[in-house]
């Protein structure tokens, strides 16, 4: 068996590819997994069906070889639920299907944009997934349309390629088969916004004024809060924001922005408080509820940021940092 230094505990079985290595199983109890670039000097350029989850695939009859990556600690015995936040490959092209199967904790994912094929039913039972962070050019083709088809829960996607980035979210949805008249046919039922958003791309590239248009559905809908959280991202991040959408933005904030800041209030996420502040749509009415949330909710730093913005003596304590 290789052995390999790296940030985790690691027993992975592989198999060679025409162009690289390729991770059939990886065995773990960490909670953050960080997948190696590579392995003998070759690039992982692919991880297997059922790779990480809770039920091991049957490699019968497959030429593998084990790696064990170490950090000095004891050999793993793998436990799926373990996992909260796996890091692929630099390099990796192929992800398999149900690799996360029943990896019922994992909450984050980051890849690059080098991953093209994103098989079927990955994610399946992976309910507290709310992170992705990809690492590619938004303008560029990717697999976050896959991604987005196999999981049908809220996802915060953080595109970061040089600088340029774009923070987007996708509401839930949900979809049921509702019974209609004769007996014994049924129509498929799509509830939530979130499935219109993850129609907003073309040939797999983002179209950023495609989902900016979707804003005035979750208005129309009544969705004001998710409809404020989606604003001030776009705000934040403004990648393909035209001046009518960041106008969109800033009247929905005007109008919803107060919700948002009572929300940040109770969660002490002083950063995107900061922030929602700075864009000058909060009325003194806004500011003052939030306040009355931080207070009640003991979040010191969040309402040391609004009462500064009020012109108020700010209470001691330790500050936090959060992102937005």
């Known amino acids: 068996m290789r052995t390999i230094e790296g940030e985790n505990e690691l027993l992975l079985t592989c198999a060679e590819a ?6 059939l199983r990886c065995e773990t109890r960490d909670d953050d997994v960080r997948l190696p670039d590579e392995i003998g000097g070759a690039p992982v350029v692919s ?3 059922y790779a990480l989850s809770e039920r091991a695939p049957n490699l019968t009859g497959r030429g593998t070889f084990r790696v064990r990556v170490t950090c000095g600690g004891p050999e793993p015995v793998h436990d799926a639920n373990a996992i909260r936040s796996v890091t692929l490959p630099a390099r990796l092209q192929t992800v398999g ?3 996360f199967y029943n990896c019922r904790r994992l909450e984050t994912l980051v890849l690059t944009g080098s991953v093209r094929d994103f098989g079927g039913d990955t994610l ?3 309910h507290a ?3 992705i962070r990809l690492r590619a050019d938004p303008a560029q083709p990717t697999c976050l349309r896959k991604i987005l088809g196999e999981h049908m829960g809220e996802l915060d996607v953080v595109f970061d390629h040089h600088g340029i980035q774009a923070r987007l979210l996708f509401p839930a949805y949900s979809e049921v088969l509702e019974p209609v008249t004769p007996a014994h046919i049924f129509q498929r039922r799509i509830h939530g916004a979130g499935y219109g958003y993850r129609e907003c791309f073309e040939a797999g590239v983002f179209q950023p004024h495609q989902y ?4 005035a559905g979750l208005l129309a809908r009544h969705d004001f809060i998710d409809a404020a959280r989606i604003a001030v991202r776009r705000l934040a991040a403004p990648f393909g924001l035209s001046d009518i959408a960041r106008s969109a933005c800033l009247d929905c904030l005007r109008a919803y922005g107060g919700g948002l800041a009572r929300a940040c209030a109770a969660e002490g996420e ?8 700075s864009l000058g749509v909060l009325s003194a009415q806004d500011v003052a509820a939030a306040c009355d949330t ?3 909710k003991g979040q010191t730093a969040a309402l040391s940021v609004l009462l500064a913005a009020a012109g108020q003596d700010a209470p001691k304590g330790r500050a936090k940092s959060f992102d937005l």
């Open 129 to 131: 997934l709310h992170h």
């Open 18 to 23: 025409p162009d690289g290595v390729s991770i």
């Open 97 to 99: 299907g149900h690799t």
């Open 294 to 296: 931080a207070r009640e």
């Open 47 to 49: 991880l297997g069906g």
């Open 124 to 126: 399946m039972n992976c």
């Open 270 to 277: 002083s950063a995107a408080l900061s922030f929602l502040l």
């Open 212 to 215: 900016d248009r979707a804003l």
